[in-house]
């Protein structure tokens, strides 16, 4: 959900705590991280302070009490080579960029950012040069014991169109594909009155999407609206007692409000929400929990302007102009009383499943989350989510379930912070973006997915896989001139894998593989598949640093096109 934590997951930490039936057993560990749809919200989590308080999550507990703070500026030169294989071309680019790689972790801060700009200049005229931003920032600061503050900032590259071609590998001429900035930032509060737990929480989101570059659909598709950016805002209030505490079961209520402007179309999202849960305790491992809650969400927008032949004119960009004099139409609209029941497992500290059915959004709406830490150096994540979402709202909340600690690599042809980002410590695995970034969306769609992420860290090595399927439902208003996306259906499918190994402090191989299936429902639109392969070496002399990468990569657009390219690149950078 968009929401940050439900209440219900403060009744789980309460059974955690419940003193008599686990005074005997190892005590529970509350859930971390993305969890299930059970909250006044619309489907993916963004945990609070008090939940991380219970989880360990960006807790003191988590993190070492030595002070530790690195900053590294560099500068870096390269020379790359981009070979279309199926043509039988090839392309060469001089690649100048600048960046910073910084880090704390301290009592009351964790955070890191990476930031890379690069400036490509192609040499010949199927070489095209330009400007790239890549980055990641997350952090958690501790103003007081009870107060915290969250930000994040993501700039990347993705695609635009989800019936196009695929680029997983940014390099080359790549045709549908828009740059992207997004960034969060606000407070949570978590206090106590006598036996309740007391959770407030805001967060505000902008999201940016540049104009993509042409091509990549088929000829004669009709063109879809190209999303601008977005304001996001959502606050929300959580009241928590555990079992036993005022009565024999556990009991939560919470209450949020949210709402989402977007500039295309003047669209807007506005969510306002209430809940009441109970959990009860059955054993010492497991507990029996249901709600029901009210919700009111309403998405709404403008009509583009028409030419005498009623076409929609567009701007010099490609996107729809708004005609501000016109009615707003309603894209989708919800008002009334869902529900769900389930059941939460915790045998032991390492281990909690939880699942819940019920009936939300006018059908069955199946929610869960499952984690496993087989030893301190090995966490398995799975999410079951679904929800109402708009991109800008979703990618916020993927943004705000990174870890404040990941995993940072010089591949350059690797999917940089477009895909599954994992953790490099902690209670996470890390979260992966694909369910927002398969396609730029500009219209309001119900997404329903499954979501796991696994990663490994033992000595030099690191290991992280990410998988998962996300299934998204637009909604448009029906009759809107240039607007084909009402009722449509489109589903992703995305694999992850990172090998990391360092041979020694000053050298190490990095190897990524992904795979990702996109199938859209639109008229006219073919199946696409993409999955490629990167490896990069970097030894380092001191100050100097030197990168040699290779990469393999291939997309299929149905039986209309298809590429198989390779890549290579060596790279020298001076860090400061």
């Known amino acids: 959900m968009t929401l940050v934590r439900p209440a219900l997951v403060g009744l789980v930490g309460a059974l955690a705590a419940w003193p008599c039936a686990l005074a005997a057993q190892a005590q529970a560990v509350p859930v971390a991280g993305g969890a299930a749809s059970n909250a006044p919200g619309d489907g993916s989590a963004e945990p609070s302070a008090a939940d991380r308080r219970d989880t360990g999550r960006g807790s003191r507990a988590n993190v070492p009490q030595r002070r530790r703070a690195q900053l590294a500026p560099y500068v870096e030169v390269g020379q790359r080579l981009v070979a279309d294989l199926t043509r039988g071309d090839a392309v060469t680019y001089t690649t100048l960029a600048a960046g910073v790689n910084a880090e704390v972790q301290t009592a009351r801060a964790q955070g890191q950012v990476s930031y890379r700009y690069e400036h490509r200049i192609g040499w010949g005229d199927r070489a095209a040069g330009g400007d790239i931003h890549s980055g990641l920032a997350r952090g958690s600061y501790a103003v007081t014991p009870n107060l915290r503050l969250e930000a994040g900032a993501l700039a990347t590259r993705t695609r635009a169109d989800i019936r196009g071609e695929a680029p997983g590998v940014l390099v080359g001429n790549v045709a549908n594909v828009s740059q992207i900035y997004s960034v969060f930032a606000g407070p949570s509060l978590a206090t106590r009155a006598g036996p309740v737990q007391i959770g407030a929480n805001y967060r505000l989101g902008y999201t940016r999407a540049e104009t993509p570059g042409l091509g990549g659909v088929a000829a004669g598709q009709p063109r879809l609206d190209y999303f601008r950016d977005s304001w996001n805002h959502v606050a929300s209030v959580s009241a928590t007692a555990r079992p036993g505490s005022i009565a024999p079961v556990g009991l939560s209520a919470n209450a949020a409000y949210e709402r989402d402007d977007a500039g295309q179309l003047s669209q807007r999202y506005e969510g306002w929400f209430l809940r009441g849960d109970v959990l009860k305790p059955i054993s010492p491992y497991v507990a029996l929990t249901a709600g029901v809650g009210y919700e ?281």
């Open 296 to 576: 009111r969400i309403e998405s709404s927008q403008r009509d583009p302007k028409v030419d005498a032949a009623g076409r929609p004119l567009v701007d010099s960009q490609g996107r729809f102009i708004t005609n501000p004099t016109g009615p707003r139409r309603i894209a989708y609209r919800t008002d009334g009383v869902y529900y769900d029941a389930g059941v939460i497992w915790r045998p032991d500290r390492r281990t909690s499943v939880e699942g819940h059915v019920g009936e939300r959004y006018g059908s069955l709406s199946i929610t869960g989350m499952a984690r496993y830490q087989a030893a301190r150096d090995i966490v398995f994540q799975a999410a079951v989510h679904d929800g109402i979402q708009t991109f800008g709202r979703q990618l916020r909340n993927g943004l705000s379930n990174l870890p404040t600690n990941f995993v940072e690599t010089r591949d350059a042809f690797a999917q940089q912070f477009n895909g599954c980002t994992f953790s490099a410590g902690g209670t996470s695995p890390g979260g992966c973006l694909n369910d927002a970034l398969q396609s730029v969306q500009t219209a309001v769609y119900r997404a329903r997915g499954l979501d796991m992420a696994v990663s490994y860290q033992r000595g030099r090595s690191t290991l992280g896989v990410g998988m998962g399927y996300t299934s998204r439902r637009l909604f448009a208003p029906d009759g809107a001139p240039g607007l084909i996306v009402s009722g449509v259906q489109d589903d992703s499918y995305y694999g992850q894998i990172f090998l990391g190994r360092a041979f020694g402090p000053n050298s190490g191989l990095n190897v990524n593989g992904f795979v990702n299936y996109y199938v859209s429902r639109l008229a006219g639109a073919e199946d696409v598949i993409s999955l490629g392969s990167t490896a990069s070496y970097y030894r380092n002399f001191g100050r100097l640093g030197t990168t040699a990468s290779v990469g393999l990569y291939h997309f299929q657009v149905g039986d209309l096109s298809s590429a198989l390219s390779a890549q290579a690149l060596i790279a020298a950078r001076y860090q400061f």
